[in-house]
């Protein structure tokens, strides 16, 4: 998903406006996932590096506290970053993500960082809330908004209402769900994330892999991440 320059405000948060661009991405995920299957064979090859990062600078912390997961002296270092409404994230997220993790990050060969790049005031909104969590529920949150990305995501929903409902199955109520959103540090802080990324490290899609000094941008199957990591054990 290529990155949008719309400003994450409060006020574009609590807003129930969708977001006119989401439009085409999400007619296009349902084509993605039913052809994942038969299309990965085409994708098992490890994707060319778009260009070049200095990973001691990369790895240095934002405003935000690290969601790493992983020995931090593994021999692979991989950033992701990623935006909650982004159907290629989702995928990701969905297929490929938890056979990297048994394979490579439970072993100790990689140490995987996720960071938030979100395109626009929902994924910003969806973060937040993942922050304002207990951190050790911070992942399944996200994996709870990746597999149900449609249902409240999509254009033609209510945005903060499914957002609520969802919340609320992780121990949000109203009340600390607005005061969540209604965080402006918290909000600068995830826009600040995001900004750092697309100044210092050129990322300007989702998701984006920072892995070892290279760049990738784009979803990877479970094939291709495990050939590009398998290169550099």
Request: proline share 6%.
């Amino acid at each position: 998903m290529p990155m949008s320059d719309m400003l994450l405000t409060k006020r574009h948060l609590l807003g129930g406006s969708a977001v006119a661009a989401l439009s085409v991405a999400f007619s296009a995920f349902a084509d993605t996932a039913s052809a994942a299957n038969s299309a990965e064979s085409a994708d098992d090859a490890p994707p060319s590096p778009d260009g070049d990062v200095n990973m001691t600078d990369v790895l240095k912390p934002g405003p935000l506290p690290e969601i790493a997961l992983g020995k931090q002296d593994a021999p692979v270092k991989i950033v992701e970053y990623m935006s909650l409404t982004c159907p290629h994230c989702a995928h990701f997220a969905v297929t490929t993500f938890e056979t990297i993790k048994q394979k490579y990050i439970d072993t100790g060969k990689v140490l995987f960082i996720i960071r938030e790049f979100p395109f626009d005031p929902r994924a910003a909104a969806a973060f937040m809330l993942a922050r304002c969590a207990p951190q050790e529920q911070y992942m399944p949150m996200v994996e709870m908004l990746f597999k149900q990305q449609i249902a409240w995501a999509s254009p033609d929903v209510d945005g903060r209402a499914a957002l609520l409902q969802m919340s609320k199955l992780a121990g949000f109520t109203e009340d600390s769900f607005t005061k969540c959103l209604t965080n402006q540090k918290l909000l600068d802080d995830v826009n600040s994330v995001r900004e750092r990324a697309a100044k210092d490290f050129g990322v300007n899609a989702t998701p984006t892999f920072l892995i070892n000094g290279k760049r990738y941008a784009g979803d990877m199957s479970v094939a291709a991440m495990s050939k590009l990591i398998d290169s550099l054990l």
